[in-house]
């Protein structure tokens, strides 16, 4: 049994992952930015739940941000779904 790594040794681990995906979002947000537009995206839902999960990321007090992102992606439970 392997025993939990510190915050260092994840934080040395996947760093530069972690910097990496943050510049790939940058820049399609960026994309987004300077491209032509009619004024729709600015109302667009997935804008505001990319807003939405980027807060999460930014909360310092919480320990599911993973967790929590996950839920503002996901549809909500529907019973019997399959039956439809």
């Known amino acids: 049994m392997s025993s939990p790594q510190s915050a260092r040794q994840v934080l040395d681990r ?3 992952e972690m910097r990496s995906r943050i510049l ?3 820049a399609s947000l960026d994309r987004i ?3 032509t ?5 600015a109302n ?3 804008l505001a ?7 999460i990321l930014l909360s310092l007090d919480v320990s599911d941000r993973a967790e929590q992102v996950q839920m503002l992606f996901s549809d909500a439970y529907v019973p019997n779904w399959l039956k439809k």
């Open 14 to 16: 996947h760093y530069l």
């Open 24 to 26: 790939d979002l940058a």
């Open 33 to 35: 930015a300077v491209a």
């Open 37 to 41: 537009d009619d004024g729709t995206v």
């Open 44 to 46: 667009d839902p997935r």
């Open 49 to 55: 739940k990319l807003n939405s999960g980027l807060k």
